[in-house]
Nanobody, 115 residues
Framework: QVQLVESGGGLVQPGGSLRLSCVVS????????MGWYRQAPGKERGLVAS???????NYGDSVKGRFTLSRDNSKNTVYLQMNSLTPEDTAVYYC?????????WGQGTQVTVSS
């Protein structure tokens, strides 16, 4: 069974940066097609960024130019470098396959942007 473990969240001031990590275990496909998602309080979970097996990366409009998704296939890990954070980025961040493949969600990692 696939297991997803996110880490790297925390409390940061507006304008600050964080780097999230997601370790994937149990996947026959490694981290070939992955996405970062986030869920803010009172909102549905939505896609932030994704990467496919060819390395093509797409970003949501709200994070374009500020967030960078990367992966290390040898470590089965995907990363999300988040710069110029704003309070609107406050959410629980999750990784999962993209498109979704029925993998169970991990616990996520809380990102709070506040002064």
């Amino acid at each position: 069974q696939v297991q997803l473990v996110e880490s790297g969240g925390g409390l940061v001031q507006p304008g600050g940066s964080l780097r999230l990590s997601c370790v994937v275990s149990g996947s026959l496909f490694g981290v070939n097609f992955m996405g970062w998602y986030r869920q803010a309080p009172g909102k549905e979970r939505g896609l932030v960024a994704s990467i496919n097996e060819y390395g093509r990366i797409n970003y949501g409009d709200s994070v374009k130019g500020r967030f960078t998704l990367s992966r290390d296939n040898s470590k089965n890990t995907v990363y999300l470098q988040m710069n110029s954070l704003t309070p609107e980025d406050t959410a629980v961040y999750y990784c999962n396959a993209y498109p979704l493949r029925g993998w169970p969600w991990g616990q996520g990692t809380q990102v709070t942007v506040s002064s």
